[in-house]
């Protein structure tokens, strides 16, 4: 991981604030053990495969987040009766743990959406709604506005 080991060398260098010998054969040291040691643990991540398409899903999920804004507080100013919180299980058919966490972290990021819990075969994602009128409306939404365009993105 050459790269990983430059970045570590100026890191270190940087944190030091010296170009001195000693500081730059102990970094290197450094940078040429670190990734060695850690190395077992990477665990390979897909790709992005789509880059114009990242790009795409990471403006909506932004314009998502200005609108659910808009809309959770209008409903929280508004009567409290008429809020219908409740949970909805989303069947999922990613089981990458990259794109299960861009997932659950799209849905906790939009307001008036939580992720609450992957199930553990990771076929279900639980999900709080603070106002549901549709489940299956919701459900559709959640797998077709930012599952399928992950699985898009990461070419899965």
């Known amino acids: 991981m050459p ?9 270190w260098l940087g944190l030091n604030n010296t170009l001195a010998p000693g500081h730059i054969v102990l970094g290197g040291i450094l940078a040429f053990l670190i ?8 665990t390979p991540q897909p790709r992005v495969q789509r880059y114009g398409l990242a790009c795409r899903y990471v403006l909506m999920v932004m314009y998502d987040i200005v609108v659910a804004n808009i809309e ?6 508004g009567p409290m009766k ?15 743990e990259l ?3 861009i997932l ?14 992957v199930t553990k075969d990771r076929k279900w994602l639980y999900v709080h709604v603070l106002h549901m009128e549709d489940e299956e409306a919701l ?17 899965c």
């Open 3 to 11: 790269l990983h080991s430059i970045f570590l060398l100026l890191v």
């Open 72 to 77: 959770v507080a209008i409903r929280i100013l």
């Open 104 to 117: 659950a972290s799209t849905i906790s990021l939009t307001p008036g959406t939580v992720s609450a819990e």
């Open 99 to 101: 794109m299960l966490t």
């Open 82 to 96: 008429n809020l219908k919180p409740g949970f909805v299980a989303v069947p999922i058919e990613t089981h990458n």
């Open 35 to 42: 990734p060695l040691v850690v190395a077992g643990l990477h």
């Open 139 to 155: 459900i559709q939404q959640i797998k077709e506005r930012y599952e399928r365009k992950l699985r898009e993105v990461f070419g």
